[in-house]
């Protein structure tokens, strides 16, 4: 766990501003999540996933695709889908989804309300962990004015050595590795399950995020019970969490 040197009076009663130094607990890394976390876009691409499944021969809504499968790709839904329905899609969904989702979210996706704020506000190195191509990962970062905050720290599981995505660890742990983070100094911005879950199997600490639009009913108790340690539902907590749960590690 890295320190950040801030200044404290070292008396209230003292006639003179006398300055202390105080070392606080940093993080090594904080990792975000980007899908559902920093940018608006789990219910979009749930939007578009869901119709295509429905008309494959499984029904399924939209909420429900996200609630049960958000952090996943959508070749790994299909899989699971195939396992539970016993229904066979054709293998052509997968770049069907991968070109409607785009279009729509070059059109749609905005940044989560107070995002940019916070991210900035975080004085730990930074980086984003996500299931997504680099490519729609860049332009929805572009789109929405985030790309400044992450430059050249951008981490697609799909692009890591492995290729292996959450809810394997693979993709954190390149990260941290990468950068050279400590998995247990390191947290972790999820809104997901299985994003948690990966998370975790890392090694590092979690914080849930439940302020996008396709948060749901029971999210912030499904994302604790998966491992995160706390859940915000807004951007302008997480500076706050991030130090008492950094101080709080020190003391434990």
Not at 162 to 171: E, I, Q, Y
Not at 224 to 245: K, M, Q, S
Request: proline share 5%; charged share 25%; with cysteine.
């Amino acid at each position: 766990m890295r320190r950040a040197l801030v200044y404290a009076a070292a008396s209230p009663d003292a006639p003179f501003l006398i300055l202390q130094r105080i070392a606080m607990p940093q993080p090594d890394l904080v990792i975000f999540d980007c899908d559902g976390v920093l940018v608006d876009s789990e219910i979009i691409a749930a939007r578009v996933e869901a119709e295509l499944i429905t008309s494959a021969g499984f029904e399924i809504s939209a909420e429900e695709l996200a609630e049960i499968y958000a952090g996943l790709t959508f070749k790994d839904i299909l899989m699971a889908i195939e396992e539970k329905a016993r229904i066979p899609f054709q293998a052509s969904m997968i770049d069907r989804a991968e070109e409607l989702v785009d279009r729509r979210l070059r059109r749609e996706v905005r940044a989560i309300d107070g995002v940019g704020a916070a991210v900035a506000a975080v004085t730990a190195p930074r980086c984003i962990c996500s299931n997504s191509r680099s490519e729609r990962i860049a332009f929805m970062l572009e789109r929405t004015g985030l790309s400044p905050l992450f430059a050249g720290r951008i981490f697609s599981a799909l692009e890591t050595p492995t290729a292996r995505t959450k809810p394997a660890p693979d993709v954190f742990l390149y990260a941290a590795e990468t950068l050279g983070a400590r998995p247990a100094d390191t947290f972790v911005i999820e809104d997901s399950v299985h994003g948690i879950a990966g998370a975790r199997a890392a090694g590092m600490r979690v914080i849930g995020f439940t302020g996008a639009t396709h948060s749901y009913p029971g999210h912030a108790d499904a994302l604790t019970e998966a491992g995160a340690e706390t859940v915000i539902r807004r951007w302008a907590e997480l500076n706050g969490v991030l130090a008492a749960l950094s101080a709080w590690s020190e003391h434990a």
